[in-house]
Structure formats: structure tokens, C-alpha cells
């Protein structure tokens, strides 16, 4: 199996930037379809963004697109999110996740997803 443990969140005002680092241990990312989720106080979790395992596909929440980029380095068995123009409505806990990428890629549902990071707080004032 694989951990995963999330960093980089933090208090940041609106029109900023963030990097979420997702570092995993146990076994390389190389074969895993990798995938950031968000929770919001009192909201069900919803999905932000998700890589295919070799990088072919990327896939963003419409409230995402054009601000948000997902990402790994291979070196440092780490999946990033990229996240710029944060608005207040983007405070929430955001999780990374992680897919065996054994055939098809359910990029967008949780009970897919097989392993789940702690979690990492992002809160943007206005």
C-alpha cells in the first residue's frame, strides 16, 4: 500500500497563490492515478482535480479550471496542486488521493480512490 500526507496549506488573502504537496511513501506513484478533493465546513467532500497515472489525462471541477494544475514529480514521489487566483470560496480541507491505475480511471468518485492523505487546511479572506 501507499501513504500519503498532505502540506502546504495555509491562511492566504484572496487573488493569491498556494502549492499543495502531496508526498507519498510505501510504494512509487508511477503506476497510481492520483486525484485532490476538497471539503468545506458543513459541504460534502467534491472533487477539485486528477491525473492519470502516466499523465496522459488531467481533469478539473469546472470551479477550478484555468486557476487550479495538478502535477508530479517523479523524483520526489510527490503530487502537487497548483493554486492561483484562490477566491474565499475555495477555503476548505483539501485531500490527496490515490487510484490504482489498472484499467478504466473513475477520476471523479471517491469510493474508487483506494488511499487518502490526512488532509491540509487552506482559508482564503476577502
Known amino acids: 500500500q501507499v501513504q500519503l500526507g498532505e502540506s502546504g496549506g495555509g491562511l492566504v488573502q484572496a487573488g493569491g497563490s498556494l502549492r499543495l504537496s502531496c508526498a507519498a511513501s510505501g510504494r512509487t506513484l508511477s503506476r497510481y492515478n492520483m486525484g485532490w478533493f476538497r471539503q468545506a465546513p458543513g459541504k460534502d467532500r467534491e472533487f477539485v482535480a486528477a491525473?492519470?497515472?502516466?499523465?496522459?489525462?488531467?481533469y478539473y471541477a469546472d470551479s477550478v479550471k484555468g486557476r487550479f494544475f495538478i502535477s508530479r514529480d517523479i523524483a520526489k514521489n510527490t503530487v502537487y496542486l497548483q493554486m492561483n487566483s484562490l477566491k474565499p470560496e475555495d477555503t476548505a480541507v483539501y485531500y490527496c488521493?490515490?487510484?490504482?491505475?489498472?484499467?478504466?480511471?473513475?477520476?471523479?468518485?471517491?469510493?474508487?480512490?483506494?488511499?487518502w492523505g490526512q488532509g491540509t487546511q487552506v482559508t482564503v479572506s476577502s
Open positions: 491525473r492519470r497515472w502516466n499523465g496522459d489525462s488531467t
Open positions: 488521493a490515490a487510484q490504482s491505475g489498472s484499467s478504466g480511471f473513475y477520476y471523479n468518485t471517491e469510493r474508487f480512490y483506494e488511499y
